[in-house]
């Protein structure tokens, strides 16, 4: 069985920014699509998220799912010790940093990479699932038993 993809891009500040900390990639002739978003209200959110598709740009197809994923994995590694360097080259106590999700098909596999509270969602016989699990302290105080998911909505340290 073969797929054929058609994707496309778009991003808007929104009515709340004036700086789109928004970074997207993608790149369906080798399988990999990707969305970073600035950690809104620290230090240029814009740049973080920036640096996570520009490590990803360049990307060769690889040889399996396997070797796509550690490949990706690496690259995002060194985006963060690069957006790590951005700070310590900045004022002192600034934070800096983005949420990721990595969409990646390689033949009939499909695998799905992220970081932080960005989601990932399934669209099938049309319901959406969400596929992605959040990386924050409200979503760990659901999992362990100590806030219930929908008081994790308004929560304030849901993001």
């Known amino acids: ?8 891009c ?43 598709v520009d490590s990803l740009k360049d990307l060769a197809r690889p ?29 002192a106590g600034n934070i800096m940093g983005s949420t990721v999700v990595i969409f990646l098909v390689y033949n009939q596999e499909w695998l799905c990479l992220w970081a932080g509270d960005s989601r990932a969602y399934l669209l099938r016989d049309g319901k959406l699932i969400q596929i992605t699990r959040d990386h ?13 998911q929908a008081e994790a909505v308004n929560h304030p340290a849901a993001h």
């Open 136 to 148: 924050s302290v409200a979503q760990e105080m659901v999992d362990s038993g100590k806030l219930k």
């Open 10 to 52: 778009l991003s808007d500040t929104g009515r709340r920014r004036r700086v789109n900390e928004d970074a997207y990639l993608n790149r369906d002739e080798i399988g990999l699509w990707v969305v970073a978003d600035g950690m809104g209200g620290h230090f240029r959110g814009d740049i973080a998220s920036r640096i996570i």
């Open 63 to 91: 040889q399996t799912i396997e070797e796509f994923a550690a490949l990706v994995r690496e690259r995002v590694k060194c985006a963060n010790v690069s957006i790590c360097h951005q700070v310590l080259d900045s004022d």
């Open 1 to 8: 069985m073969s797929y054929r993809w058609w994707s496309s």
